[in-house]
């Protein structure tokens, strides 16, 4: 092996070392979260160095959580409202990202600069009027209420439409010599060629609805609405700080999102648009 080989072979190996002991201290906090859940009451949790497995693991503690808090009805409740938030995005943010990358018309640039341009307003500053809003449209303590403020995004049109323009227009020109109507070739042509772009949508717009805490804890006061954030918030309350049983409750909060995650990352690879062309 001569020494530019051995060079690169140490600098590879440097690399992976640096991006392994990153990923070992990002992965710390959950490691230390899961450890915490399976821990008896017997055990320290805040002894130094911290114990990352528990000598005697057990599974009482999340069974005390969800036998005595409705946690089956707070997942219900954070499912449905991810899934339908996810759903009414994609379906939103597409219909108005297709037109502003593939139709021309009066003002398209100046719309796609405002929209794009409220990506810099922070929540908290549209908070209160769209919980006015909210209350006037008869919505709070809602399912609708809960995903009302998020059925489309600044970002998921901006995400859509970058997507769309990258698609062939010999795609679309072949669509429209078929007779396809502009709805036919948005769902048959434009949706199948970006979906990359749509799944890494869903799973920031299903990943920023299951942890979303601050809009339920506004627009809610009745505990059958509750999202699994409140219902990990209410832990604190319920078992005086033990936080044996508050990282069982957040366990079960995350663990649906990184199933999901491990579920859709497997779709969030480049495709190539042209490849339904037939030569």
């Not at 003002?107 to 922070?122: C, E, H, K, N, Q």
């Not at 549209?126 to 303590?141: D, S």
């Not at 009745?222 to 957040?250: C, H, K, M, N, Q």
């Amino acid at each position: 092996m001569n020494s530019s080989k051995r060079r690169a072979l140490w600098q590879r190996a440097g690399m992976y070392s640096l991006l392994g002991a990153i990923a070992l201290v990002m992965l710390l906090p959950l490691m230390w979260l899961v450890s915490t859940s399976l821990k008896s009451p017997t055990e320290n949790i805040f002894q130094f160095p911290p114990q990352l497995w528990p000598s005697q693991p057990t599974w009482q503690n999340f069974v005390r959580v969800w036998q005595t808090n409705p946690f089956g009805r707070y997942l219900f409740n954070s499912t449905l409202v991810a899934i339908l938030t996810v759903t009414l995005n994609l379906l939103f943010c597409s219909l108005a990202a297709y037109p502003l990358a593939r139709l021309n018309f009066w003002g398209r640039d100046a719309i796609f600069t405002l929209v794009v341009s409220t990506i810099m307003i922070p929540f908290q500053i549209v908070m209160i009027p769209l919980y006015i809003l909210t209350v006037q449209l008869g919505l709070r303590n809602t399912y609708l209420g809960l995903i009302f403020p998020a059925i489309a995004s600044a970002f998921g049109i901006f995400l859509l439409r970058q997507a769309f323009q990258s698609v062939p227009k010999e795609l679309e020109e072949a669509a429209r010599m078929d007779g396809c109507s502009e709805l036919g070739l948005w769902w048959h042509v434009m949706l199948p060629s970006i979906r990359p772009a749509l799944v890494t949508l869903a799973i920031f717009v299903f990943i920023g609805s299951w942890s979303d805490f601050l809009w339920p804890l506004i627009v809610l006061d009745r505990p059958e609405y509750y999202t699994l954030p409140l219902g990990v918030a209410t832990l604190a309350g319920t078992f005086s700080l033990d936080w044996r049983l508050i990282a069982a409750g957040s366990v079960i909060s995350i663990a649906p999102i990184l199933f999901f995650f491990l579920v859709m990352q497997h779709y969030i690879v480049p495709t190539e648009a042209g490849s339904g062309m037939k030569g």
